[in-house]
Nanobody, 116 residues
Framework: QVQLVESGGGLVQAGGSLRLSCAAS????????TSWHRQAPGKQRELVAR???????NYADSVKGRFTISRDNAKNLAYLQMNNLKPEDTAVYYC??????????WGQGTQVTVSS
């Protein structure tokens, strides 16, 4: 089992920045995909950004050029740097890690609120 704990959410004005962190209870980020998802009230959870085991990244069109996903394998940490935040980025953000044999792990989520 792997526990994921997100932090770094909060309230920020439009145009501001936040950096979310995801701490894993053991090494998991280095070999398989790690991603950030978000869920706004009344909406389905959506993929925001993903980094695969080889370090390749992909982003939702809505955040391209503003968000950056990264990881520190030695520290078992993953990050989501969010710049130029918009009110529509308001959501609960979840960290997700892919483990061996198709296992999947989710964090508990961290709230991001962007005021206009």
């Amino acid at each position: 089992q792997v526990q994921l704990v997100e932090s770094g959410g909060g309230l920020v004005q439009a145009g501001g920045s936040l950096r979310l962190s995801c701490a894993a209870s053991r090494s998991i980020f280095s070999t398989r995909g790690t991603s950030w998802h978000r869920q706004a009230p009344g909406k389905q959870r959506e993929l925001v950004a993903r980094i695969n085991g080889g370090g390749m990244t992909n982003y939702a069109d809505s955040v391209k050029g503003r968000f950056t996903i990264s990881r520190d394998n030695a520290k078992n940490l993953a990050y989501l740097q969010m710049n130029n935040l918009k009110p529509e980025d308001t959501a609960v953000y979840y960290c997700h890690a892919e483990g061996a044999y198709g296992s999947k792990y989710w964090g508990q989520g961290t709230q991001v609120t962007v005021s206009s």
